[in-house]
């Protein structure tokens, strides 16, 4: 999953740069951030899988890296999905096609390297002196924008995310479960909770502790990106949700949507509406006709 939202998140619905089409999360610049060093074993791992698929015989049928990646990701969290009890189907659309090191421009795919990144729990080094003035969780919700996300979607996948420990660095801030890996609504649960406090754990407050209340011991820890979903009211409420009795399925299945349009959000050649597939040869009208 780690791998196939960092080939994704690159994106800027802006401009259009990056995404998971291509493939270019193999290949340098993005291969050598440090955001996406957990990529590495895992893309070697489908290189191999791709290669054995690719050289037998299978009805002329060929898949590239940057369709196995992002298959990767859905099928893990369909995985993950079951194993908390809810069985849903992460939509998965083919067609993607691998770009070469030839034909990357690498100074320009190094403007999409990020300073931060509130989804996979990223500061770059010597972010405050980069950007002084300007805290994570504001990078965070540009990086959102940017993936033109909802307040919804927004929060179902940063609340996957963390479910899946899908942190940079495979740090524990924002894990507030005891079942990594399986799709629970606990990061909903712990942070809406009143049974724990937010104790700063340095200076600058980028960093907290999750104490229980009456034991004062240190259950969770914790990033402002991750605080932020507690702390601002519109996206707290969208929080209670998917916290309460009734909100498990919920998030799981907004999670889906949510993964699919991350996904989708650089394939130019699809309907939106249908995910049907549009030759490059024609375009859209305003009224969605084709226009040959």
């Keep these: 999953m780690y791998t196939a939202f960092s080939a994704a998140v690159a994106h800027r619905s802006s401009d259009k740069r990056g ?31 791709l290669e054995e698929f690719n050289g037998q015989p299978a009805g002329g049928k060929h898949v590239s890296l940057a369709d196995l990646i992002v298959l990767g990701g859905c099928a893990a969290l369909e995985k993950a999905a079951a194993a908390a009890g ?30 931060a ?21 504001e990078i965070f919700l540009d990086k959102a924008q940017l993936l033109s996300l909802t307040s919804p979607e927004w929060v179902a996948l940063t609340g996957g995310l963390r479910a899946m420990n899908a942190n940079h660095d495979g740090s524990p801030y924002g894990s507030f479960t005891d079942r990594v890996g399986v799709l629970t609504n606990d990061f ?11 104790k700063k754990d340095d200076a600058k407050g980028l960093t907290f502790s999750l104490e229980h209340r009456e034991t004062g011991k240190s259950r969770f820890v914790a990033t ?14 969208v929080a209670e949700v998917f916290a ?21 959000l650089d394939r130019c050649d699809v309907k939106p ?12 009208t305003d009224s969605g006709q084709l226009l040959f």
């Design 19 to 49: 995404g998971a089409n291509g493939g270019r999360l193999a290949l340098a610049p993005q291969k050598d951030w440090a955001v996406n060093r957990r990529t590495v074993p895992v893309i070697a791992a489908l290189r191999t899988a």
């Design 224 to 237: 402002r990106s991750d605080l932020l979903f507690g702390s601002n009211s519109q996206l707290r409420a």
């Design 273 to 284: 509406d249908n995910k049907a597939l549009i030759p490059l040869n024609e375009e859209l």
């Design 117 to 137: 990144d509130g989804f996979r729990n990223y500061l770059g080094k010597g972010f405050g002196d980069t950007l002084q003035g300007v805290s994570p969780e």
């Design 188 to 198: 909903f649960t712990v942070l809406t909770s009143t049974e724990y406090d937010w």
């Design 86 to 115: 809810v069985a849903t189907e992460v939509p998965f659309t083919p067609g993607r096609r691998d770009s070469t090191q030839a034909l990357t421009d690498v100074e320009m795919f190094t403007w999409l390297k990020p300073v």
């Design 244 to 264: 309460g009795g009734d909100g498990h399925k919920r998030f799981v299945r907004a999670l889906a949507k949510a993964w699919d349009k991350v996904m989708m």
